[in-house]
């Protein structure tokens, strides 16, 4: 929606296909509210917190994060970019789904082919076919080598009893790797350690500690957690907690692909999203950078478009280049690394991990987070800075995998050897 938008407002006619167009984003989004204020969607978020902590200590300190936090307003967000695509009076929002795009047929355009809401079918003469479908890769070819990573997480949002409510009411927890609910059986030990999950708290009712969102999540793991062992241990740790649920009234079922290999860069279909790997492989944050990049990706595409190229072929190239310019390639080798590690490391390594990760100026953990850190030397600083803070374990651990897993793809990431174009 938000490609789309940017595309009609440079004067630039899209179809956008949406079978799905009637209904709400079905999964909850949060991100932090100064990556929203620059896009000027500020007042597309349900709530703020301005407050944001963490639980990442292996003595259990909370760490304090200074950096307001808001929850998306899902429908707030999407009628906004409806109504943008509408006022740019160039882009047509269907209620359809693709179900074959024929790259082979001309040079000069691809042919789509919908299936509209009520089963008509059409056929759509393009001169670029972007797929935003997210994970699902029916149209866009990736590399083969790597396999990704996932975050899985089961959430509920609920009414809770009045019996008690341990954490801060008017506070986003962001991350509690607290284990002390899974302490009842060597059982329980050896797995909280081996396959670390935290819950995430979004109090919803200004103070009141009854109306809130809980979800369990694995950060990130290779298979992916499954969502019913999830579900066990939300509910296991509320009952530590003393947190009784009145009433569920939204469940969440959240799967993310994270890291693994890079899209062909030498295809028809151009893609954005998820389809494009956008997600940041070590955290599962990608709404506001691929909010921040649409606009960028909208100026890409339009600029190819106006360049007047008569092979398609070689306008979906240079769009995939700029896209995925070598600076980004390079940024993302190193969150690759990243997500990577944390895949293989315990509870105990990774609280180490995030106590020295947040102990960092705040303006390079938030870097981190935001997908920043173009510059080679910007990330270097950022792991010198975790790795002078951390402890034995974590520094003997990543010495390990930069030498056995990272090698000439992180020393690239880190050494300024190559020109960082701009963001276009």
């Known amino acids: 929606m938000s490609l789309a938008a940017g595309l009609g407002q440079r004067g630039v006619h ?10 709400p984003w079905p999964n909850n989004y949060g991100t932090w509210v100064d990556e929203l204020q620059p896009l000027g969607l500020a007042d597309c978020a349900s ?10 200590r292996d003595d259990g300190r909370k760490s304090n994060l200074d950096r307001p936090y808001a929850r998306v307003d899902r429908h707030k967000m999407k009628r906004r ?3 943008r695509c509408q006022s740019s009076g160039n882009v047509v929002v269907v209620k359809a789904v693709a179900k074959e795009v024929d790259v082979e047929g001309e040079r000069s355009a691809s042919t ?18 972007v797929d935003a479908t997210g994970h699902s890769l029916n149209f866009v070819k990736f ?17 809770v ?32 350690n081996t396959t670390p999950t935290f819950i995430y708290v979004m109090p919803l009712d200004d103070g009141a500690g009854r109306h809130v969102f809980f979800e369990e999540t694995s950060l990130v793991a290779s298979p992916a957690m499954d969502f019913d062992h999830l579900k066990q241990r939300l509910y296991k740790r509320l009952a530590h907690y003393n947190i009784h649920v009145d009433e569920v009234l939204e469940e969440e079922f959240c799967l993310i692909p994270m890291g693994g290999e890079m899209p062909v860069l030498r295809q028809r279909v151009v893609a954005f999203g998820g389809a494009a790997a956008l997600v940041h492989p070590a955290t599962g944050y990608m709404i506001a950078r691929a909010l921040e990049l649409a606009d960028k990706a909208a100026e890409i595409i339009a600029a190819e478009l106006r360049a007047s190229h008569a092979d398609a072929d070689e306008t979906a190239h ?6 995925w310019n070598v600076g980004r390639r390079r940024q993302r080798d190193f969150f690759n690394f990243g997500g990577e590690y944390l895949q293989r490391i315990d509870l105990r390594t990774t609280r180490d991990f995030f106590a020295a990760f947040f102990d960092l100026p705040k303006d390079q953990w938030s870097a981190f987070l935001s997908f920043r850190l173009m510059q080679p030397l910007e990330r270097l600083t950022f792991g010198l800075g975790v790795f ?3 402890t034995n374990r974590v520094r003997t651990s990543i010495v390990y995998d930069a030498i056995t897993k990272g090698r000439f793809p992180l020393l690239m990431s880190v050494l300024p050897v190559y020109d960082v174009e701009d963001e276009t």
């Open 47 to 56: 709530h703020v917190w301005n407050r944001t902590a963490a639980y990442v």
């Open 14 to 23: 899209v179809l956008c296909a949406d079978i799905h167009l009637d209904k």
């Open 318 to 323: 240079r769009i995939w280049d700029r896209l």
């Open 143 to 159: 590399n083969q080598g790597k396999t990704p990573g996932f975050q899985a997480a089961y959430g509920v949002e609920c009414v």
């Open 81 to 83: 970019f409806l109504d």
């Open 388 to 390: 002078a803070r951390t």
């Open 112 to 129: 789509v082919r919908l299936v509209m809401h009520g089963g008509e079918e059409v056929c759509v003469e393009t001169r670029v076919v």
């Open 161 to 192: 009893s009045d019996k008690g409510y341990p954490f801060d009411n008017d506070e986003m927890l962001l991350m509690d790797f607290r284990d002390d609910h899974m302490q009842q059986s060597p059982e329980d030990r050896h797995t909280a």
